[in-house]
């Protein structure tokens, strides 16, 4: 079972086992651009390929000023999804993370369904609580904890501020 009380295909604890490995999150420049890519033809119906439990998140870059869609995985916490900066592990923070801080609106796409949300960034307790949360979903996020070398992975709350646009 997931953190989310799902079961987890055979695929999906394999992929779970797997994203411990270094090899894995270097073929992160070829996955990542296809998830986008499945994500918004499905307009976020697929992401992951349904593996993990992950949303499609735009944000407005922060110094281009135009939006910029990234997957990831996230846990629910209340109704609020929570993700984090990860960044498979590399030491420099995922621009997605910088442009939250920059401008914390942005939407999400789960299930087909748009939803806006301001992102907060989790400190102290809670963020420890939260982090709790997404190793339960991803164990592998201890390793990229540990590759990042002291890099502040951050935790990020997205709050809902509107109703989801099933369109």
Do not use: K
Request: aromatic share 6%; hydrophobic share 45%.
């Amino acid at each position: 079972m997931s953190a989310l009380g799902r079961p987890v295909s055979a695929v999906g604890r394999a992929v779970r086992r797997l994203g411990h490995s270094r090899w894995f999150a270097a073929c992160t420049p070829l996955l990542v651009p296809a998830d986008r890519l499945v994500a918004r033809l499905t307009r976020g119906r697929v992401v992951a390929l349904g593996l993990v439990p992950s949303l499609l998140i735009t944000t407005t870059g922060r110094r281009s000023g135009q939006p910029r869609s990234n997957p990831l995985l996230y846990v629910p916490d209340g109704d609020a999804f929570v993700v984090t900066g990860s960044n498979w592990g590399r030491p420099e923070q995922p621009a997605w993370a910088l442009n939250l801080l920059a401008d914390p609106s942005a939407t999400v796409s789960i299930g087909g369904a748009r939803i806006p949300v301001r992102a907060r960034l989790a400190e102290g307790a809670e963020r420890e609580r939260l982090w709790a949360l997404l190793v339960a979903e991803w164990p592998a996020y201890r390793t990229y904890l540990r590759r990042a070398g002291g890099r502040d992975i951050r935790v990020f709350r997205l709050e809902p501020t509107a109703a989801p646009d099933r369109r």
